[in-house]
């Protein structure tokens, strides 16, 4: 069974900085993609960043130049380091893992992170 472990949240003043790591249970490269969904209240669960096996990544429009996705395959690690956060970047934020040719989602238990205005 895959395990995502997340951590890094919290509540930070809006034009912070907070880093959210996930750690799995396997290597990073056992999975074609990994990321990172956020889900504000009220609101569907939505796609922030991903980072694929080759190393393409993306990003939804609202934080590019601000998050940047990253891994750590010797520690099975998928950072996210995200810079002047704003209030609307409150959310639960949920790590993803994803196999080849595979539909459905692993996923983490989600850690909250609240930017103040």
């Known amino acids: 069974q895959v395990q995502l472990v997340e951590s890094g949240g919290g509540l930070v003043q809006a034009g912070g900085s907070l880093r959210l790591s996930c750690v799995a249970s396997?290597?990073?490269?056992?999975?074609?993609?990994m990321g990172w969904y956020r889900q504000a209240p009220g609101k569907q669960r939505a796609l922030v960043a991903s980072?694929?096996?080759?190393?393409?990544?993306s990003y939804v429009d609202s934080v590019k130049g601000r998050f940047t996705i990253s891994r750590d395959g010797a520690k099975n690690t998928v950072l996210l380091q995200m810079n002047s956060l704003k209030p609307e970047d409150t959310a639960v934020y949920y790590c993803?893992?994803?196999?080849?040719?595979?539909?459905?989602?692993?996923w983490g238990q989600g850690t909250q992170v609240t930017v103040s205005s």
């Open positions: 396997e290597s990073t490269f056992s999975f074609d993609v």
């Open positions: 993803y893992a994803r196999r080849l040719f595979s539909i459905n989602n692993y």
């Open positions: 980072i694929g096996i080759g190393g393409s990544i």
